[in-house]
């Protein structure tokens, strides 16, 4: 049974720094690109941090402030954010991707956790 499970969501001043955290199980989690994807409130998903890079990058408007890690041998990913803004506010999700033996797509998801940047 595949599982990601999200944890160290908050609620945080404007400047504070999370740490968030994904438990990965169920699958060969070494031949999966892990990401970080957050939703606001009436916007898109949107990626926020893949690892490995080429498999998104680091969005612009996080430059500088969040990062992403793995850690293979405990099947972990972390998402590390510094200086936060209220526009950080969100879900965020991680999500596991990689491609099948045919080619086609295979995207686990986790159940998300809220962070909410506000004074």
């Known amino acids: 049974q595949v599982r990601l499970v999200e944890s160290g969501g908050g609620l945080v001043q404007p400047g504070d720094s999370l740490r968030l955290s994904c438990a990965a199980s169920g699958f060969t989690f070494s031949n999966y690109a892990m990401s970080w994807y957050r939703q606001a409130p009436g916007k898109e998903r949107e990626l926020v941090a893949a690892?490995?890079?080429?498999?998104?990058g680091i969005t612009d408007s996080v430059k500088g402030r969040f990062t992403i890690s793995r850690d293979n041998a405990k099947n972990m990913v972390y998402l590390q954010m510094n200086s936060l803004k209220p526009e950080d506010t969100a879900v965020y999700y991680c999500?596991?991707?990689?491609?099948?033996?045919?080619?086609?797509?295979?995207?686990?998801w986790g159940q998300g956790t809220q962070v909410t940047v506000s004074s």
């Open positions: 999500n596991a991707h990689a491609r099948d033996a045919w080619g086609r797509d295979v995207d686990y």
């Open positions: 690892h490995p890079t080429s498999a998104g």
